[in-house]
C-alpha cells in the first residue's frame, strides 16, 4: 500500500465496508451484542426515569429498586462491550490476512471474544484515569481561579462569570490530557490485532501515532464525522418526524436509533483497525512494526 494512502478516510471506510460484506458473522455481532444490549439498556432507562419521576432532588434518595435497574444497566454494557470485542476480534483479519472470505460461526467468536471483555475494559479504564491525571493540571488551576475571580474580582453574586472566565483563561492546561487521549485512541485496535493491554497497549498506540501526530487526528476526526454524524442526523431527523401521543412509541425509536448507532460504531471500529493496519505498514523506523 502507498504510503501517500495512509491517510484517506473515504477509502479506510470503503475497505471496511467490503470487509463488512465478507464476514456474515458481524451481521450478527451487531444485532445480538449492539444493537440489542443498546436497545434494552435504553427501555430499562426509560423505565427506570418513569418510576422515579423527575421530581429536583430524588436522584439523591437511592431505593433497592435502583439497584437492580443499574445492575441491568451494567449487564447490558458489558453485552456491548462483549460485541466490541467480536468486532475486534473478526477485524484482526482485514489487517493480519486481507485476502478472501474469512468464515467464523457466531458461536466461535463470541467465545473466542469473550476472555477479551475485561482486559478492554480494564485499559479503558486505565486510559481514562491517566487522562483525569493529567487534567488535574488543569482542573487544580480553575478551581483556585474560580476562587479568585469569584471572591475577590466579581463578587460572590457572579459565579457564572467567574468560572467562564476560568475555564477561558486556564484553557491551554487542558491541552496535555488532551493530547494523551489522542496519542492512545488506537488502543483497542492494538488490543484486538497484537493481544496487548494495559500500558503496553497504550504505548504501542502512542508510538504508532508519534510523529504523525496531526494526519492521525484529522484521519479519526473524519472517520468520526463519516461514520456517526449521517447516524446522529437520521436519529434527529426522525425523532422530529416522530408525532406525539402513542405510549409504545419512543420505545420503537430506541430500536430505530439503537440500530443507526451500533452500525456506526461497527463501521468505526472497522475503519480504526483499517487506520491501525496503514499505520503499522508505513511505520517510521523508529516504531517497531
Given at each position: 500500500m502507498a504510503k501517500q494512502n495512509t491517510y484517506a478516510p473515504v477509502r479506510i471506510l470503503q475497505e471496511s465496508w467490503e470487509y463488512l460484506r465478507k464476514q456474515p458473522v458481524l451481521s450478527w455481532v451487531l444485532v445480538w451484542l449492539l444493537i440489542l444490549p443498546t436497545v434494552l439498556s435504553s427501555w430499562v432507562d426509560r423505565v427506570w426515569k418513569a418510576q422515579r419521576g423527575f421530581v429536583p432532588g430524588n436522584a439523591l434518595h437511592f431505593e433497592p429498586l435502583d439497584l437492580f435497574y443499574l445492575s441491568l444497566s451494567i449487564f447490558f454494557a458489558l453485552l456491548t462491550l462483549w460485541g466490541v470485542s467480536a468486532v475486534l476480534l473478526v477485524g484482526k483479519r482485514m489487517v493480519v490476512r486481507r485476502a478472501g472470505r474469512t468464515r467464523s460461526s457466531f458461536r466461535r467468536v463470541i467465545l473466542d471474544a469473550l476472555p477479551m471483555v475485561f482486559p478492554l475494559l480494564l485499559t479503558s479504564i486505565l486510559q481514562q484515569c491517566l487522562v483525569f491525571y493529567r487534567a488535574l493540571l488543569y482542573i487544580i488551576p480553575v478551581g483556585m481561579a474560580f476562587y479568585v475571580i469569584h471572591r475577590a474580582l466579581l463578587g460572590p453574586a457572579d459565579a457564572a462569570r467567574a468560572a467562564f472566565l476560568s475555564l477561558l483563561i486556564l484553557s491551554p492546561?487542558?491541552?496535555?490530557?488532551?493530547?494523551?487521549?489522542?496519542?492512545?485512541?488506537?488502543?483497542?485496535?492494538?488490543?484486538?490485532?497484537?493481544?496487548?493491554?494495559?500500558?503496553?497497549?497504550?504505548?504501542?498506540?502512542?508510538?504508532?501515532?508519534?510523529?504523525?501526530?496531526?494526519?492521525?487526528?484529522?484521519?479519526?476526526?473524519?472517520?468520526?464525522?463519516?461514520?456517526?454524524?449521517?447516524?446522529?442526523?437520521?436519529?434527529?431527523v426522525t425523532a422530529l418526524l416522530t408525532p406525539a401521543g402513542p405510549v409504545l412509541l419512543p420505545y420503537a425509536m430506541d430500536i430505530i436509533h439503537a440500530a443507526l448507532s451500533s452500525t456506526a460504531l461497527l463501521m468505526f471500529i472497522l475503519a480504526m483497525t483499517g487506520l491501525y493496519g496503514r499505520l503499522k505498514e508505513n511505520a517510521p523506523k523508529h516504531v517497531e512494526v
Amino acid at each position: 500500500m502507498a504510503k501517500q494512502n495512509t491517510y484517506a478516510p473515504v477509502r479506510i471506510l470503503q475497505e471496511s465496508w467490503e470487509y463488512l460484506r465478507k464476514q456474515p458473522v458481524l451481521s450478527w455481532v451487531l444485532v445480538w451484542l449492539l444493537i440489542l444490549p443498546t436497545v434494552l439498556s435504553s427501555w430499562v432507562d426509560r423505565v427506570w426515569k418513569a418510576q422515579r419521576g423527575f421530581v429536583p432532588g430524588n436522584a439523591l434518595h437511592f431505593e433497592p429498586l435502583d439497584l437492580f435497574y443499574l445492575s441491568l444497566s451494567i449487564f447490558f454494557a458489558l453485552l456491548t462491550l462483549w460485541g466490541v470485542s467480536a468486532v475486534l476480534l473478526v477485524g484482526k483479519r482485514m489487517v493480519v490476512r486481507r485476502a478472501g472470505r474469512t468464515r467464523s460461526s457466531f458461536r466461535r467468536v463470541i467465545l473466542d471474544a469473550l476472555p477479551m471483555v475485561f482486559p478492554l475494559l480494564l485499559t479503558s479504564i486505565l486510559q481514562q484515569c491517566l487522562v483525569f491525571y493529567r487534567a488535574l493540571l488543569y482542573i487544580i488551576p480553575v478551581g483556585m481561579a474560580f476562587y479568585v475571580i469569584h471572591r475577590a474580582l466579581l463578587g460572590p453574586a457572579d459565579a457564572a462569570r467567574a468560572a467562564f472566565l476560568s475555564l477561558l483563561i486556564l484553557s491551554p492546561l487542558l491541552i496535555p490530557a488532551v493530547v494523551y487521549w489522542l496519542r492512545t485512541i488506537l488502543f483497542p485496535a492494538v488490543f484486538g490485532c497484537e493481544e496487548k493491554a494495559y500500558r503496553e497497549a497504550l504505548q504501542r498506540s502512542s508510538a504508532l501515532i508519534r510523529g504523525r501526530f496531526g494526519p492521525v487526528v484529522l484521519t479519526i476526526l473524519a472517520l468520526a464525522l463519516l461514520t456517526f454524524l449521517p447516524a446522529i442526523i437520521i436519529s434527529w431527523v426522525t425523532a422530529l418526524l416522530t408525532p406525539a401521543g402513542p405510549v409504545l412509541l419512543p420505545y420503537a425509536m430506541d430500536i430505530i436509533h439503537a440500530a443507526l448507532s451500533s452500525t456506526a460504531l461497527l463501521m468505526f471500529i472497522l475503519a480504526m483497525t483499517g487506520l491501525y493496519g496503514r499505520l503499522k505498514e508505513n511505520a517510521p523506523k523508529h516504531v517497531e512494526v
